[in-house]
């Protein structure tokens, strides 16, 4: 017997057939995530439950083999399905718990024109919010909180800290003055490229256009090209912009791949990060505070200045430590003004509400000089369950 012969066009209408399929289901995934949200109000249960997830990717491995799908495709495609629930699970009872914050159209700043990191933070942040965007770009950070600080935007959205270049202390210094509160926080992966808008060659590059930051973060790899000639520009999407115009082979910008392509740019070479693994946390401000709902992981920030005395920072840090709470970031800023006076900026995961952080904030008051919560915030970073395949 001879087999059927099938166009390609015969099999490519039945792949997107199979692909329409899994569209279908994923949304009636989604929408069963949203009845267990539900649920777990009635029984005050956490949204996550890693001992179900792990049962679920055991049994989908298994399940997988028996269609000849390899643990590693089954298990990526899950954790993917289940981040995606737990977000959208998270979003849903922040809504409940927040009625008045978001509005179905929410006016976001953020710095440099379309696809800037900022711009890109802030569309992957507000997609499982089921809020339409307007998006505002701005010149400058000072300048994303002010028009948030004045009313003209709803969420400002600024990047705080990166794995390669570490603090951004133009945001911190901005963070000890703005009235706004933190909200939100979204991490997410940079992957730098050196970008020319002509074909040309990497040894033909001696004029690279960038923002301080990745120029930062791409340090080792500017070393090794020797000699080039950097322009500052106010964002990776105005270098962007500026190489484009310019269509010239000696000029390159530092910039996102996809990005690039919507200036007509292509990438010369790729991961240029001086680490591998480059993610940039952003943080995402507001006038008003939001409170976090008890059944998801929530993360304060504090601001606060110790008594200059020895010790001081370590009676601070202490203070967490015997109430059992994670601290997950502690920074030192000067105060502007006062030579030699520190400002500390302390992330911790622990609701702002619990008992636990208001019994540890009274007593930081008794020790701190001057304290401020900048904000409590729901935990974005959906860790993979971890199984073994
Ligand atoms: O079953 C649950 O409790 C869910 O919340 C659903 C789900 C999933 O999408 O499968 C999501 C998050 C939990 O950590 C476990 C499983």
């Not at 066009?9 to 069963?32: M, S």
């Not at 951004?168 to 901005?174: A, P, R, S």
């Not at 919560?373 to 971890?386: A, F, H, Q, R």
Request: charged share 20%.
């Amino acid at each position: 017997m001879t087999e059927p012969h099938y166009s390609l066009d015969d099999i490519r209408e039945n792949v997107t057939h199979i692909d329409n399929e899994i569209l279908k289901l994923l949304a009636e995934r989604r929408q069963l995530s949203l009845a267990v949200a539900k649920s777990k109000i009635q029984t005050a249960k956490p949204v996550r439950d890693q001992e179900r997830e792990h049962a679920l990717l055991l049994r989908l491995i298994e399940r997988g083999k028996e269609e000849q799908l390899d643990a590693q495709y089954v298990t990526q495609i899950f954790h993917t399905i289940i981040e995606d629930s737990v977000l959208y699970q998270q979003a849903y009872l922040q809504k409940l718990t927040n009625p008045d914050s978001l509005q179905p159209t929410a006016r976001v700043s953020f710095l440099g024109a379309k696809g800037s990191y900022s711009h890109l933070a802030s569309r992957h942040y507000f997609s499982k919010k089921q809020t339409k965007l307007v998006e505002l770009s701005c010149n400058t950070f000072r300048d994303v909180l002010h028009v948030v600080e004045n009313g003209h935007a709803d969420y400002g959205v600024l990047p705080i800290e990166n794995t390669s270049s570490g603090s951004i202390n133009e945001v911190y210094d901005l963070l000890q003055h703005t009235s706004l509160s933190i909200v939100g926080e979204i991490t997410e992966s940079i992957e730098h490229c050196l970008l020319t808008a002509v074909d040309t060659q990497l040894e033909q590059i001696d004029t690279l256009y960038s923002h301080p930051q990745p120029h930062q973060q791409c340090s080792e790899f500017l070393h090794a090209l020797g000699g080039i000639k950097q322009e500052y520009c106010s964002s990776t999407a105005e270098a962007m912009q500026k190489v484009a115009e310019l269509k010239q082979p000696n000029v390159a910008a530092i910039g996102n791949a996809t990005s690039g392509e919507l200036y007509g740019l292509t990438a010369l070479k790729g991961n240029i990060a001086n680490q591998q693994e480059n993610y940039t946390r952003f943080i995402v401000v507001a006038r008003k505070p939001v409170n976090v709902t008890p059944l998801i992981p929530a993360k304060t920030t504090l601001i606060m200045s110790t008594a200059q005395q020895a010790g001081s920072l370590v009676e601070c840090l202490l203070v967490l430590r015997n109430h059992h709470i994670n601290m997950t970031k502690l920074e030192s800023r000067p105060v502007i003004g006062n030579p030699w006076e520190e400002m500390f900026y302390v992330d911790v995961e622990e609701n702002l509400k619990s008992e636990l952080m208001q019994s540890a904030l009274e007593e930081l008051t008794q020790l701190t000089r001057f304290i401020k919560v900048l904000g409590c915030y729901p935990s974005e970073n959906v860790k993979p369950t971890d199984v073994e395949i």
